[in-house]
């Protein structure tokens, strides 16, 4: 049995939905590395050194990441009793809620480090939801998607990542360039907040046209709801697969996290020293150009396979990735168009992998406990991922005699050892692309 029988409607609207929550959810979590040099003049003391400053605001990213696994535990085992789109309505609403919420908060002037942490305890909600609407979200897509176009697919849903942090960026600097960086760091930066509630319309508009998976409701016609997904993972022989899957999850993640949160810093630290306005900018153009090798990497999936395209990833970033980071870092300030190339090269590098992830994670698990196990191999990688900022920190203290006052070999470092567990995981796992993932015999 497969979607291709399902009504194309159904199948383009999962995929429309899907593609916008994304960009939601992409433009909330890019607003931190993005506005690392303003939240930090917003949240946190002016005796703070810059550098210092950002790496410490980063833990809002941190416990963003950290709690996405806890909702994508709780919601995606919901997601598996009572289906995916009930609980996409819950994570959505909640999600947006919260998105919009820092715009209203106090500043360190008015109230000191208490701002700092209410910003902290709505990031931790935040992220908590946001797990919640990956565990649904994303294989209700792909449980809608025909078998071979589901590298396809997958390569389009992850690519609103990309889409969603250009377009923080993009609005940032039109925010930066009409207020000025005074501004932004004194009241302009809660309009940017503001902005996330234009994709929640459209994203809710679109849940009243939305039916449940084919998958799911095929499953609960047959009677074959478990009673505890989540608990399922951990039973054999479906354990095996949960532990290669956790791998991979965190793998990918040090990958992406380093570069994409950092970029913007690394660009506005010596030796390149670019203005704000300028960093951002190269930033904008990087990420849309990203997307694009995004999609691409979701095709090839769907030609070569998830498994050899995954080693091949692996192996290239493993090879270059220094390299790379020391000419992102010293060449752009001598030709910014130079600098740029290779910050499009980087970036593409690191965010490839998730072009595909979305349909190997769903093909991993059968549909009784889909969401569950997309949940615990999208999410829980981040509860070792997700605090990527101390190891760039800690590295920094002993790399500093060669980055200077910078992160850029840091950062590298921590993606090369993303790259070589990413590929472990990807190497110890099997070929996914064609199977059927009505089949309930797979883990």
């Not at 919420?101 to 946001?130: D, E, N």
């Not at 997958?154 to 039109?174: C, K, R, Y």
């Not at 506005?268 to 999609?295: E, G, M, R, W």
């Not at 549909?367 to 997309?374: D, Q």
């Given at each position: 049995?497969?979607?291709?029988?399902?009504?194309?409607?159904?199948?383009?609207?999962?995929?429309?939905?899907?593609?916008?929550?994304?960009?939601?959810?992409?433009?909330?979590?890019?607003?931190?590395?993005?506005?690392?040099?303003?939240?930090?003049?917003?949240?946190?003391?002016?005796?703070?050194?810059?550098?210092?400053?950002?790496?410490?605001?980063?833990?809002?990213?941190?416990?963003?990441?950290?709690?996405?696994?806890?909702?994508?535990?709780?919601?995606?085992?919901?997601?598996?009793?009572?289906?995916?789109?009930?609980?996409?309505?819950?994570?959505?609403?909640?999600?947006?809620?919260?998105?919009?919420?820092?715009?209203?908060?106090?500043?360190?002037?008015?109230?000191?480090?208490?701002?700092?942490?209410?910003?902290?305890?709505?990031?931790?909600?935040?992220?908590?939801?946001?797990?919640?609407?990956?565990?649904?979200?994303?294989?209700?897509?792909?449980?809608?998607?025909?078998?071979?176009?589901?590298?396809?697919?997958?390569?389009?849903?992850?690519?609103?990542?990309?889409?969603?942090?250009?377009?923080?960026?993009?609005?940032?600097?039109?925010?930066?360039?009409?207020?000025?960086?005074?501004?932004?760091?004194?009241?302009?930066?809660?309009?940017?907040?503001?902005?996330?509630?234009?994709?929640?319309?459209?994203?809710?508009?679109?849940?009243?046209?939305?039916?449940?998976?084919?998958?799911?409701?095929d499953v609960k016609k047959k009677?074959?709801?478990?009673?505890?997904?989540?608990?399922?993972?951990?039973?054999?022989?479906?354990?095996?697969?949960?532990l290669q899957v956790f791998l991979?999850?965190?793998?990918?993640?040090?990958?992406?996290?380093?570069?994409?949160?950092?970029?913007?810093?690394?660009?506005?630290?010596?030796?390149?020293?670019?203005?704000?306005?300028?960093?951002?900018?190269?930033?904008?153009?990087?990420?849309?150009?990203?997307?694009?090798?995004?999609?691409?990497?979701?095709?090839?999936?769907?030609?070569?396979?998830?498994?050899?395209?995954?080693?091949?990833?692996?192996?290239?970033?493993?090879?270059?990735?220094?390299?790379?980071?020391?000419?992102?870092?010293?060449?752009?300030?001598?030709?910014?168009?130079?600098?740029?190339?290779?910050?499009?090269?980087?970036?593409?590098?690191?965010?490839?992998?998730?072009?595909?992830?979305?349909?190997?994670?769903?093909?991993?698990?059968?549909?009784?406990?889909?969401?569950?196990?997309?949940?615990?191999?999208?999410?829980?990688?981040?509860?070792?991922?997700?605090?990527?900022?101390?190891?760039?920190?800690?590295?920094?203290?002993?790399?500093?005699?060669?980055?200077?006052?910078?992160?850029?070999?840091?950062?590298?470092?921590?993606?090369?050892?993303?790259?070589?567990?990413?590929?472990?995981?990807?190497?110890?796992?099997?070929?996914?692309?064609?199977?059927?993932?009505?089949?309930?015999?797979?883990?």
């Amino acid at each position: 049995m497969d979607s291709i029988g399902i009504s194309r409607k159904h199948i383009v609207l999962a995929i429309i939905f899907q593609f916008i929550i994304r960009i939601l959810e992409s433009y909330d979590i890019s607003i931190i590395g993005v506005m690392l040099p303003i939240l930090s003049a917003v949240f946190l003391p002016s005796k703070i050194p810059p550098l210092i400053a950002s790496l410490s605001m980063l833990v809002a990213l941190t416990v963003t990441l950290v709690f996405r696994p806890v909702g994508g535990m709780v919601l995606g085992h919901f997601a598996d009793k009572v289906g995916r789109k009930r609980m996409m309505i819950v994570s959505l609403i909640s999600l947006a809620a919260l998105s919009l919420l820092p715009a209203f908060l106090p500043s360190y002037s008015q109230v000191g480090l208490i701002s700092f942490y209410v910003f902290l305890i709505v990031r931790m909600l935040t992220g908590f939801f946001m797990g919640g609407e990956y565990a649904a979200g994303d294989p209700f897509a792909i449980e809608w998607t025909p078998a071979k176009w589901r590298g396809i697919v997958s390569g389009i849903l992850d690519s609103a990542f990309a889409f969603g942090m250009m377009t923080v960026t993009a609005t940032t600097l039109a925010f930066d360039k009409y207020f000025g960086l005074v501004a932004m760091k004194s009241w302009a930066w809660r309009y940017v907040f503001l902005t996330a509630l234009v994709p929640l319309i459209i994203g809710s508009l679109a849940l009243y046209l939305l039916k449940e998976s084919p998958a799911y409701a095929d499953v609960k016609k047959k009677g074959k709801v478990e009673k505890t997904p989540f608990l399922s993972l951990f039973k054999r022989p479906t354990v095996y697969t949960t532990l290669q899957v956790f791998l991979v999850s965190v793998g990918m993640f040090l990958m992406y996290y380093p570069f994409a949160s950092l970029e913007t810093t690394i660009l506005v630290s010596p030796p390149a020293h670019l203005k704000y306005s300028v960093a951002l900018s190269i930033v904008t153009l990087v990420t849309l150009v990203s997307a694009l090798f995004d999609l691409l990497s979701g095709l090839i999936s769907q030609l070569v396979g998830r498994r050899r395209w995954g080693l091949i990833l692996a192996f290239m970033t493993v090879l270059t990735i220094n390299p790379a980071m020391y000419g992102f870092a010293y060449i752009s300030k001598i030709n910014l168009f130079l600098g740029t190339l290779i910050g499009i090269y980087i970036a593409s590098l690191t965010i490839m992998q998730f072009g595909f992830i979305h349909a190997y994670f769903s093909e991993r698990f059968k549909t009784s406990h889909r969401s569950s196990g997309y949940a615990f191999g999208q999410l829980f990688g981040l509860f070792i991922a997700g605090f990527f900022t101390y190891y760039v920190d800690l590295l920094h203290k002993f790399m500093a005699p060669f980055e200077g006052n910078n992160v850029w070999l840091s950062v590298s470092i921590v993606i090369l050892i993303g790259a070589a567990l990413f590929g472990t995981g990807i190497f110890l796992g099997p070929e996914t692309k064609d199977v059927n993932i009505f089949d309930e015999e797979l883990a």
